[in-house]
């Protein structure tokens, strides 16, 4: 089945604070699998699979302030913490986007596993001016479509409860 003709299904996270749509075979992950995928104590807060298992998006709210003119600085340093912890994986450099819910930022790299080579693509957004930390992580054959789907779902995110200003 071609990627848009995928039916999606709309779905609420963070305490209904933002909206995503996925696919409608995506799944939240289960709880054997995240254990599995994120062995670290803090994990992200929600996690969701495709099918075959093999591509997962996530999402965090931070306590973490970030106003919308601040994304860009953010995901440049996020890029460069990323670039220490895994040196030459850096795929695509750190750049701002603006979707319907506010500028995005993001960058992706690169990492070897045994099997195949995974893609991360890191986004952050200002929600209510605290940090949203997303990615979306797919093996490395699947890049442009791991690429064009991710800009889907990055469009059709919306922030739910716009705080008051």
């Known amino acids: 089945m ?4 995928k039916k999606w299904k709309e ?32 994990k992200p807060q929600e996690m969701y699979v495709n099918e075959n298992t093999d591509s997962i998006i996530t999402f965090n709210l ?3 302030e970030l106003k919308e003119d601040e994304v860009h600085a953010a995901i440049s340093e996020i890029q460069r ?7 030459e994986s850096i795929n695509k450099s750190s750049t701002v986007l603006r979707v319907e819910a506010g500028m995005a930022g993001w960058f992706s ?4 596993s045994v099997e195949q080579d ?9 929600c209510n001016g605290k940090m949203l ?33």
Request: aromatic share 12%; glycine share 6%.
């Open 118 to 126: 995974n893609v991360h693509i890191m986004f952050i957004m200002s």
């Open 81 to 87: 913490m990323i670039g220490h912890m895994y040196p």
């Open 133 to 165: 930390l997303g990615g979306y992580h797919f093996p490395d054959g699947q890049q442009k479509t791991g690429t064009i789907f991710f800009f889907q779902v990055l469009k059709k995110l919306a922030i739910l409860e716009k705080e008051e200003n």
């Open 2 to 5: 071609e990627e848009d003709e």
């Open 11 to 42: 779905i609420c996270l963070l305490d209904e604070k933002i909206s995503i749509s996925l696919p409608e075979e995506w799944t939240k992950m289960p709880d054997e699998m995240a254990e599995q995928k994120f062995p670290y104590l803090s």
């Open 109 to 112: 790299y690169v990492t070897g």
């Open 62 to 64: 931070l306590e973490k």
